[in-house]
């Protein structure tokens, strides 16, 4: 019987403090704010923003990465081997066996390459690392037909590679310690939208293979809903909506969300399109109590677009007014958003 | 508007000669947003370049004619050239933050592209509201002379005070008394005709308080704005034509929107042309009337934006198109004319 949940994010903050030149805090970037998420055995799981708004600190703390301020990550028993682990309570020992099951792909294939070493060591330095060097050159090679790519390529170096077989060398890294997690942050950003397509191929057919757990990072809602079963949208810190994607790509609840994927190009459908005024808001938050709230009335700079496109006939959302925060409640089955009620 | 017309330009490189453009033929007509998309490396950037003759050393246009407003800018004077670039064509490049000078606030260099191309409009302004035309600044002498007249002045005091003879030190106390209140005895310097104009252009890309932006320096800004103080250096200069290489790559797609949108609104508002280059097929469905997909250094297709769309007729255009996810599950089709490691 496989348990449903992999990992379990519960009510986790990381908050950065900012200080002055005395070295007094002042104030914090609530980077994590309360986030809730169950990432399910086997399936996608997408986390979609805006930059900024804490995605990469999600992964960080998701790897341990970093010390989140406080909450805790509930690890299955599949990935430490003993039941009702949390992240936090592991010893180093354990931490090295847990990363063993969690594989990352981060966004600039060139930057996470190590241009002095061959592709044999690259993707052999995690097996090296985790003293499983019988059958190396084998293993390797296996790790790199995975991927698409073969025994020719061991002796090269990644600048002799493109963009997406680049990827394709950090997809095969990632996976030689048979990981059971998968993180993709932005895997195909930096990346042209043919050979995007074949990465994200190539990453549903190892899913199928490995029988894989995927945490999807993107900001890009069309390779989301590719690849993702469910997903959240988080601003500013906080999951504002979470669904299936069927779900949310069909009935989406929260303004911010609805914005979002009005941005979204589709060809030939229309759709009416929301245009979200003003600027980021910045996510610092002061601890001086009058300076603490966020301003919900309308800023200079969203009355000048807001004249702009009035008689346009464009709908819009205002950022000020995405600054009151209501509780996450569920709206329909299995579908959370931080809706008024 | 702008016309190219069979523009061929090869780079030399070590490994032989790279054939960027392969016979580029392409017109964008006036008062038209016209798209050029392609994948990295497929030319749509060394058009631009080609057109206004800003390629590195190693490149060069071997042939093809180049037609701004009828005038064959190929073999244009280099004084003619900087007359076009930033005058009659703007352009706006990928990532704001390193097209715009760090050590500059953005009065000053929105402030050089109206000296050097309005400079008739600045005089004008000047002498309708008799104004001076150039900031003067607060009379100041720089840090280090101020120091050193400020220690002089207090070790003449202390030497004084010392021999018992505190009135002589007293002019020296006046003379610190000066430079302390220097900036309140001074009287409030008006803005000048170039000041005025660089805000004008500021609130016309819908910047709020022009004042404090032309004060601030490119990293106190953020992305979205500084893509507007772009734009904002771009049109400075009156021009005619605008070229938008990538504007909206570094920013988020709702951002993008705010960007794209005003794009749109100051070429219906002026009247010009703009030509955007962007690999993003979004994009260009969303702002552009006609669109030329660009292939190893060729245009493959041309159309208006609905035809491409539903109707596109080379293979290439269709596997970019299929390329995308839109929706649903069903296996994106993949052809091999993607990647393509050396030219």
Not at chain 1, 35 to 55: A, M, P, Q, R, W
Not at chain 1, 262 to 285: C, E, H, Q, Y
Not at chain 2, 172 to 190: G, T, V, W
């Given at each position: 019987?496989?348990?449903?949940?992999?990992?379990?994010?519960?009510?986790?903050?990381?908050?950065?403090?900012?200080?002055?030149?005395?070295?007094?805090?002042?104030?914090?970037?609530?980077?994590?704010?309360?986030?809730?998420?169950?990432?399910?055995?086997?399936?996608?799981?997408?986390?979609?923003?805006?930059?900024?708004?804490?995605?990469?600190?999600?992964?960080?703390?998701?790897?341990?990465?970093?010390?989140?301020?406080?909450?805790?990550?509930?690890?299955?028993?599949?990935?430490?081997?003993h039941s009702g682990q949390t992240l936090e309570n592991l010893t180093n020992e354990e931490l090295r066996q847990f990363r063993r099951q969690i594989g990352v792909v981060f966004q600039d294939p060139m930057g996470a390459l190590n241009p002095r070493m061959l592709i044999k060591d690259i993707v052999g330095e995690p097996l090296v690392i985790h003293g499983k060097t019988e059958n190396f050159r084998k293993r390797v090679i296996e790790l790199l037909e995975n991927v698409g790519l073969g025994e020719e390529h061991l002796y090269r170096y990644p600048h002799e590679f493109s963009g997406g077989q680049r990827q394709?060398?950090?997809?095969?890294?990632?996976?030689?310690?048979?990981?059971?997690?998968?993180?993709?942050?932005?895997?195909?950003?930096?990346?042209?939208?043919?050979?995007?397509?074949?990465?994200?191929?190539?990453?549903?057919?190892?899913?199928?293979?490995?029988?894989?757990?995927?945490?999807?990072?993107?900001?890009?809602?069309?390779?989301?809903?590719?690849?993702?079963?469910?997903?959240?949208?988080?601003?500013?810190?906080?999951?504002?909506?979470?669904?299936?994607?069927?779900?949310?790509?069909?009935?989406?609840?929260?303004?911010?969300?609805?914005?979002?994927?009005?941005?979204?190009?589709?060809?030939?459908?229309?759709?009416?399109?929301?245009?979200?005024?003003?600027?980021?808001?910045?996510?610092?938050?002061?601890?001086?109590?009058?300076?603490?709230?966020?301003?919900?009335?309308?800023?200079?700079?969203?009355?000048?677009?807001?004249?702009?496109?009035?008689?346009?006939?464009?709908?819009?959302?205002?950022?000020?007014?995405?600054?009151?925060?209501?509780?996450?409640?569920?709206?329909?089955?299995?579908?959370?958003?931080?809706?008024?009620? | 508007?702008?016309?190219?017309?069979?523009?061929?330009?090869?780079?030399?490189?070590?490994?032989?000669?790279?054939?960027?453009?392969?016979?580029?033929?392409?017109?964008?007509?006036?008062?038209?947003?016209?798209?050029?998309?392609?994948?990295?490396?497929?030319?749509?950037?060394?058009?631009?370049?080609?057109?206004?003759?800003?390629?590195?050393?190693?490149?060069?246009?071997?042939?093809?004619?180049?037609?701004?407003?009828?005038?064959?800018?190929?073999?244009?004077?280099?004084?003619?050239?900087?007359?076009?670039?930033?005058?009659?064509?703007?352009?706006?490049?990928?990532?704001?933050?390193?097209?715009?000078?760090?050590?500059?606030?953005?009065?000053?260099?929105?402030?050089?592209?109206?000296?050097?191309?309005?400079?008739?409009?600045?005089?004008?302004?000047?002498?309708?509201?008799?104004?001076?035309?150039?900031?003067?600044?607060?009379?100041?002498?720089?840090?280090?002379?101020?120091?050193?007249?400020?220690?002089?002045?207090?070790?003449?005091?202390?030497?004084?005070?010392?021999?018992?003879?505190?009135?002589?030190?007293?002019?020296?106390?006046?003379?610190?008394?000066?430079?302390?209140?220097?900036?309140?005895?001074?009287?409030?310097?008006?803005?000048?005709?170039?000041?005025?104009?660089?805000?004008?252009?500021?609130?016309?890309?819908?910047?709020?308080?022009?004042?404090?932006?032309?004060?601030?320096?490119?990293?106190?800004?953020?992305?979205?704005?500084?893509?507007?103080?772009?734009?904002?250096?771009?049109?400075?200069?009156?021009?005619?034509?605008?070229?938008?290489?990538?504007?909206?790559?570094?920013?988020?797609?709702?951002?993008?929107?705010?960007?794209?949108?005003?794009?749109?609104?100051?070429?219906?508002?002026?009247?010009?042309?703009?030509?955007?280059?962007?690999?993003?097929?979004?994009?260009?469905?969303?702002?552009?009337?006609?669109?030329?997909?660009?292939?190893?250094?060729?245009?493959?297709?041309?159309?208006?934006v609905d035809n491409i769309f539903t109707n596109p007729q080379h293979e290439y255009t269709k596997a970019l198109l299929n390329a995308i996810p839109k929706g649903g599950k069903e296996r994106l089709k993949v052809s091999d004319v993607g990647e393509y490691g050396s030219i």
């Open positions: 019987m496989m348990k449903e949940h992999i990992i379990q994010i519960k009510n986790l903050r990381k908050h950065f403090p900012v200080k002055n030149v005395w070295g007094t805090d002042i104030a914090l970037v609530k980077a994590l704010d309360g986030v809730d998420l169950d990432i399910n055995y086997g399936k996608t799981f997408g986390i979609v923003g805006e930059s900024g708004c804490g995605k990469t600190t999600l992964m960080r703390a998701l790897l341990r990465l970093i010390e989140p301020t406080s909450g805790s990550v509930l690890l299955s028993d599949q990935l430490t081997g394709r060398i950090v997809i095969a890294r990632a996976l030689a310690l048979d990981p059971k997690v998968l993180v993709l942050d932005e895997p195909t950003s930096a990346l042209d939208v043919s050979v995007q397509a074949q990465i994200l191929n190539l990453l549903n057919d190892l899913q199928v293979k490995f029988n894989l757990t995927y945490v999807f990072i993107s900001h890009d809602l069309s390779v989301i809903e590719y690849m993702c079963d469910r997903l959240v949208v988080m601003y500013l810190g906080k999951v504002v909506e979470e669904a299936d994607t069927d779900e949310l790509f069909s009935n989406p609840k929260h303004p911010y969300t609805r914005a979002l994927l009005s941005a979204t190009p589709n060809f030939g459908k229309s759709t009416k399109r929301i245009m979200i005024l003003g600027d980021v808001p910045s996510p610092i938050t002061y601890l001086d109590e009058s300076k603490a709230r966020l301003a919900t009335e309308i800023t200079e700079q969203e009355r000048l677009e807001i004249d702009a496109i009035k008689d346009k006939g464009i709908d819009y959302i205002v950022r000020s007014s995405l600054n009151k925060v209501h509780p996450l409640i569920e709206v329909s089955d299995k579908h959370y958003a931080r809706v008024k009620l | 508007m702008l016309e190219i017309k069979n523009l061929k330009t090869n780079f030399n490189t070590y490994d032989g000669v790279v054939k960027a453009l392969d016979g580029v033929n392409l017109s964008v007509k006036d008062g038209e947003i016209f798209g050029l998309v392609g994948e990295t490396g497929s030319g749509k950037s060394v058009t631009c370049y080609s057109a206004l003759q800003l390629l590195p050393k190693t490149g060069e246009v071997v042939a093809g004619t180049v037609l701004l407003n009828g005038e064959d800018i190929t073999h244009a004077s280099e004084k003619r050239l900087r007359e076009i670039r930033g005058g009659e064509v703007g352009i706006i490049f990928q990532d704001p933050l390193s097209a715009l000078n760090p050590v500059m606030s953005i009065n000053e260099q929105i402030g050089e592209v109206l000296t050097l191309h309005q400079d008739k409009e600045l005089h004008q302004t000047a002498s309708e509201k008799g104004i001076p035309v150039y900031t003067s600044k607060k009379f100041s002498f720089s840090p280090g002379i101020e120091f050193t007249v400020l220690a002089i002045c207090i070790s003449f005091i202390s030497l004084f005070s010392m021999l018992g003879q505190f009135s002589f030190g007293l002019p020296f106390l006046f003379i610190i008394a000066l430079m302390f209140l220097r900036d309140y005895l001074q009287q409030e310097i008006p803005d000048s005709a170039l000041d005025i104009m660089v805000m004008e252009s500021l609130s016309k890309v819908k910047l709020p308080n022009p004042r404090q932006i032309a004060s601030s320096y490119p990293h106190e800004l953020s992305g979205g704005m500084q893509q507007r103080v772009m734009i904002a250096m771009a049109l400075a200069g009156k021009a005619k034509m605008l070229i938008a290489d990538e504007p909206t790559t570094a920013l988020d797609v709702t951002i993008q929107a705010q960007i794209l949108q005003l794009i749109k609104d100051i070429q219906k508002e002026e009247n010009m042309s703009v030509l955007l280059i962007t690999h993003d097929l979004g994009v260009v469905a969303e702002t552009c009337e006609r669109v030329a997909v660009m292939y190893k250094g060729k245009i493959v297709e041309e159309n208006t």
